[in-house]
C-alpha cells in the first residue's frame, strides 16, 4: 500500500466533479429507512467520528463527551470486568438497542436528531473512495464508479439532482482528506501506553485519552 502521505495527496487531488459523475451514475436517493443509523443483526451500530465532531455534537447537544462517542471495540479484548485494552477511533455511542444514539423513530419514520451537525461519514453515506488508509463502513462495496464506492443501501440506483451529488461529492473529498489526516495524527502521536486490567485507552491525532476524551 501507498505510504499515507501519498495517499493524502491523492485525495487533496479528487476532483469533486468527477466524483459527482460517479455518484450520479450510480445513483442515490436517501429513503429514510434509518438502516444506516441502526444495529445490524448481531453487532451495534459502529460509526467512526474525529475528536473534533465529537466536540461539535457536544456543542450542538450539551452532551458529555462520553454520551455522544465511545471507544471503537475494534483492538479491544475482553477482560474479566469488560473490554480493556488500547484502541485507535472513536465511534457514535449507542443507546440500548445498538442504535446511534442520535436516532429516533417516531410511528416507524426514522429521524436523525442532529443532522445539521451529523459527521462526515453520516453526510457521505452509503459512499466512501477508492483510496488506502480511508474507511469502507458497513462492509464491501456492492457498486463503484470511477473512485466512488457505494455500500449497501436501498436508495442506490435512484436518480439524484447534480447539485445534490456535487454537495455529496464535496463532502466525500473532505471525508477522504479528513480521515488520512487522522490516521497520519495517530500514527505521529502515538505513545505506547502501558494498560492497567480493565482500562480502555483511546489512541487518536491528539495522543492517549480515557473513553471520557480526556488525556490519558
Ligand atoms: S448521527 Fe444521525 S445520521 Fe449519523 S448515525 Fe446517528 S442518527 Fe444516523
Redesign the pocket.
Known sequence: MDSLETELDRARDLDVGDLADAIESIGFECTRC?A??KSGSEDP?T?TVFPDEVRDLQAATDYDWRDVARPTPYGLTEGPDGPEGETFEWA?ETDACGD????EETEGEGR????DD??L??ATYPFSVALGGTSQPMGEAVDEAGMVRAHECEGLGRDIPREDAEELAAALKERAIRELEEAIGVRDAYTPVETEPGEVIVHDSEGPKTPDGRPR
Do not use: E
Open positions: 434509518g444506516c443509523c451500530h460509526a457514535l446511534c444514539t442520535f436516532y436523525c436528531t442532529v443532522h451529523r459527521p461519514i453520516c
